[in-house]
């Protein structure tokens, strides 16, 4: 043996350092491409959306289109999004009358005759509240609101018991008949974290549904809610509801 | 002196809650889910659940990385910012390539309609037509081309 002290520490220290280099390269391969690593941080994003009630048609894409990406139940009173239609007699403003033919899907065939009162259409969905009554009744913790506002629901660990339904001020859940476990909008939550549009905002072909990133300071939201009157529904309910909407009328309810 | 009289009870006892205490942390461990409470009171791997749903609709960008011809047909008409799937329906199995069959084309006038037919819920400004008025038994595309509407005869 002639290697000396010396040369055993210079050859130790050299495999150390090639092993740790080996080590941090294996795992970026691990990561993959940077395309495909998951980059999405709830932290950065807070979502809401704004429904511009004046721009709405009634056309019903945004229903056909919920069912479709969501899976939703083809029958009527399932819905995770709807239209309803408003006609308000101008000397009784307090009962309008309302109706939604399934939902909206099919459009509103029956019209009002033209000239008396006041007709319109508005979108309904899951307002994403900020302290939303459904995830407070939750006995199980099967419904929540992730760190960037949305209210998702654990199907798996739903027990079905239908308190959150109830508590719904807005009437956005359902019970899906398949699982027998809640159901309603997840904001396309599988869409928006992938940066694409939900399926409603997608469809909406005069775009009254637009989703919009409170934490994003480019978003165009902003400059909307400085210069527009937006109202949520059911203010005084004090839910925090994240679906703002121009236009609204005062009898919406 | 005997410091501890009857010391033995003790020792039972605490045997006692040692015992309740292993079965409590075994019961725990077994009935509460891996991820439950690390970002509230929820299971954190249901977002995960949520996330891993396949996508339906692909996207208007999807459509615009082939279909730049459309894109460059609409560039100037009215239905330039309608998205491609609103009126083709949702094509993220053709857009992926995993779907081979091409696409159906809609059917245009019951299509048309849904926006377009007369009904006084609509804003005063947005192009409404009374259908039986307008086309009598005629269809929609006779004149109006889908991705640019304005008549070309």
């Known amino acids: ?253 | 002196m005997k410091r501890f009289k009857d010391v033995e009870h003790l020792v039972r006892l605490a045997a006692l809650f040692a015992a309740g205490i292993l079965v409590f942390s075994i019961a725990r461990a077994q009935l509460v889910p891996a991820t439950f409470g690390t970002l509230g009171h929820y299971r954190a791997s249901a977002i995960d659940d949520v996330r891993a749903k396949p996508l339906v609709h692909a996207g208007q960008a999807a459509c615009a990385e082939c279909h730049t011809d459309i894109v460059d047909l609409r560039a100037k008409a009215r239905h330039k910012a309608i998205a491609c799937e609103s009126c083709h329906g949702p094509l993220a199995g053709h857009a992926s390539g995993t779907v081979e069959t091409k696409p159906k084309l809609p059917v245009a006038t019951p299509l048309c309609i849904h926006c377009h037919a007369a009904n006084t819920g609509k804003p005063k400004r947005y192009p409404t037509v009374d259908i039986k008025d307008h086309a009598g038994s005629e269809t929609c595309v006779t004149c109006h081309k889908p991705h640019d509407p304005r008549i070309q005869l």
């Open chain 1, 1 to 253: 043996m002639d290697s000396t002290r010396r040369d055993f520490l210079i050859l130790g220290g050299k495999m150390f350092v090639m092993t740790g280099i080996a080590a941090a390269a294996f795992e970026h391969v691990l990561a993959g491409t940077p395309e495909k690593a998951d980059t999405y941080n709830t932290a950065d994003h807070w979502w809401a959306m704004l429904i511009d009630v004046e721009k709405c048609v009634g056309s019903g894409h945004c229903v056909r289109a919920c069912k479709l990406e969501n899976n939703v139940v083809d029958e009527a009173y399932f819905f995770r999004t709807w239209v309803e239609r408003y006609h308000v007699d101008p000397l009784d403003m307090n009962h309008p009358i309302v109706d939604s033919p399934n939902g909206g899907m099919d459009g509103f065939p029956e019209t009002y005759p033209d000239g008396k009162g006041k007709t319109f259409f508005v979108p309904k969905m899951c307002n994403h509240c900020v302290d939303s009554p459904c995830t407070q009744v939750c006995p199980v913790g099967a419904t929540f609101q992730t760190n960037d506002g949305v209210v998702l629901i654990d199907k798996d660990y739903c027990l079905g018991c239908r308190y959150c339904v109830q508590a719904c001020p807005y009437g956005c859940r359902y019970i899906d008949p398949r699982t027998n476990t809640a159901d309603k909008c997840t904001l396309c939550y599988h869409r928006i974290t992938k940066g694409l549009q939900p399926a409603c905002c997608e469809a909406c072909p005069t775009g009254a549904r637009q989703l919009a990133d409170l934490k994003n300071p480019s978003d165009p939201i902003h400059e909307f809610l400085r210069t527009h009157a937006v109202q949520v529904l059911k203010p005084q309910m004090a839910t925090g509801a994240k679906i703002y909407y121009n236009g609204l009328d005062g009898s919406v309810r």
